[in-house]
Nanobody
Framework: QVQLVESGGGLVQPGGSLRLSCVTS????????MGWYRQAPGKQREMVAS???????NSADSVKGRFTISIDNTKNTVYLQMNSVKPEDTAVYYC????????????????WGQGTQVTVSS
């Protein structure tokens, strides 16, 4: 069973910084990509940033230049460094991993974390 555990959310003032972490564990065969989505109250879930295991990264226009995604392949951990945060960044942040399991090496699936709340407010 694949599990994702997030940490690092909380309350931060506008202009401040926060770092989210997400560890993936389980009987994994291979990890292909990891990333972050977010969902604000009353809005649809949106992609924030993603990265492949090989290091190819992508991010939403709304966070470019402020948020940075990185992956530690040795720990199956994805990070989201959030700088210069704004009140509109307030949302529940969900991490995901695209991976295959040992029991089914050719089946690639997306697994999700439970979400962590980020609130930007003075």
């Amino acid at each position: 069973q694949v599990q994702l555990v997030e940490s690092g959310g909380g309350l931060v003032q506008p202009g401040g910084s926060l770092r989210l972490s997400c560890v993936t564990s389980g009987m994994l065969f291979s990890v292909y990509a990891m990333g972050w989505y977010r969902q604000a109250p009353g809005k649809q879930r949106e992609m924030v940033a993603s990265a492949t295991r090989g290091g190819v990264a992508n991010s939403a226009d709304s966070v470019k230049g402020r948020f940075t995604i990185s992956i530690d392949n040795t720990k199956n951990t994805v990070y989201l460094q959030m700088n210069s945060v704004k009140p509109e960044d307030t949302a529940v942040y969900y991490c995901y991993t695209e991976a295959s399991e040992l029991v089914s090496p050719t089946t690639r699936r997306r697994y999700w974390g439970q979400g962590t709340q980020v609130t930007v407010s003075s």
